[in-house]
């Protein structure tokens, strides 16, 4: 199985195919025995053996016996400990991480643990239990602490404002304001909308007018930071040296509703400072509202980026670290 593949045309060379089923079977075996220097073999998807996801270490050996070398440059799987990320690493000679891991880790690395100041993180996107731990993790490193999208109305709940028809975690109204408490300890400067772009329906097409938040009107619902608070919020990020940003201001998704991530966006492309984004959707926005080569890093793994800004080790990169 021989084919032109994008991968061939990025490496310039013929890539294989190992077209087998089981991964590391007779064919990808007899493929990889029959490779001369600078070939280039591509397996099966890994998860086609079920024990891939499980770490399990003869599938992890079996993909070790192939190589001499295991370089991993998937940062976006590295909060997984899988065959292909973690198990492999123990049973191949020498290990290395590839340059966009090496990259990701350098700036989401350097951006928590010894950032240029003052150094902000934004806030957002559509759920607060979603992010509690990175909440928590970036209070004890930031200097200022933006919070908007629909995560914000917890916080405005739990200053004690209605907010209408807007998303709510009530079982986490107690926690915002734990929150807020521990940034006032720290002095920590903590910011969330003093307005909202409230909608009639969760619908591009409905009617929308903006509202102070304490004056979201029962059957209304914030969609996006309204103008008073991108002018807040810009304010606050000027002369930051540091920006880490991990989810939308509001739902950019509809156009009605992209004011708020779009002027977040552009703020953060005219800073003079290491800006860093964090998170699926909030690196989508930023590619779609055309700011994507005006930040200095754009985290390619979703999940993982979030898990770094959580303060956790991902497995993925300790596998390599701990053996070099
Ligand atoms: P990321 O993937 O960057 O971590 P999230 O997945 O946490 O971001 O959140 C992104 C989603 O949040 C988007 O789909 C967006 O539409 C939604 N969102 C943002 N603001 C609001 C809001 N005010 N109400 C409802 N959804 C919102
Ligand atoms: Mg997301």
Sequence with gaps: HRRKQPLSAELGK?????????????????????M????????????????????????????????????????????RAHSSTVGVASFVPETAVGYLMEK???YLGNAVDSPKRPFAAILGGAKVSDKISVINNLLDKVDIILIGGGMAY??????????????????????AREMMEKADEKGVKFLIPVDSVIAAEFKNDTEFKTAASDAIPEGWQGLDI?????????????????????????????????????AIAKTLSELDAVTIIGGGDSAAAVNKLGFGDKMSHI????????EFLEGKELPGVAAIQSRN
């Excluded at 001499?68 to 799987?77: C, E, K, L, P, R």
């Design 14 to 34: 013929e890539v294989v195919f190992a077209d087998d089923d089981n991964v590391v079977g007779e064919k990808a075996k007899a493929a990889a025995a029959s």
């Design 104 to 106: 990701e880790i350098e």
């Design 36 to 79: 001369n220097e600078g070939d280039v073999l591509l397996l099966q998807n890994t998860r086609y053996r079920a024990e891939e996801t499980k770490n399990g270490e003869n599938f992890s050996k079996e993909l070790a016996s192939l190589a001499d070398i295991y370089v991993n440059d998937a940062f976006g799987t590295s909060h």
């Design 226 to 262: 309204g103008s008073e608070t991108i002018r807040l919020f810009e304010d606050a990020l000027k002369g930051c040296k540091t920006v880490v940003w991990n989810g939308p201001m509001g739902v950019f998704e509809m156009e009605n509703f992209a004011k708020g991530t779009y």
């Design 299 to 306: 985290s390619t793994g979703g999940g993982a980026s979030l």
């Design 154 to 175: 917890t916080f405005l709940a739990a200053k004690g404002y209605s907010v209408g028809n807007s998303l709510l975690e009530e079982d986490k109204i107690g926690y």
